[in-house]
């Protein structure tokens, strides 16, 4: 993950530190709404957010690839 990178992978739109949760402080943001059992394995699999950082990913791999020089055959 790059440091400029927006997504964090949390489950909670800001996570609290340690000290707020032991001090018991919920979560000032909403809460995200519950798993839909019907779709929670689905969703598990594949989202619109891990296609597009998958797609990033291969597009970066192909353009390293590009790059390179191929290895002389022997």
Not at 10 to 37: C, F, M, T
Not at 51 to 73: G, S
């Amino acid at each position: 993950m790059k440091p400029t990178d927006t997504h964090s992978g949390d489950k909670v739109p800001r996570p609290i530190s340690s000290d707020e949760a032991q001090r018991g402080e919920g979560s000032p943001d909403p809460v995200l709404e519950p798993v839909n059992p019907a779709t929670e394995v689905v969703d598990k699999v594949i989202t619109p957010t891990s296609v597009k950082e998958l797609e990033e990913q291969t597009r970066e791999i192909n353009e390293r690839l590009a790059n390179v020089e191929p290895k002389p055959q022997r």
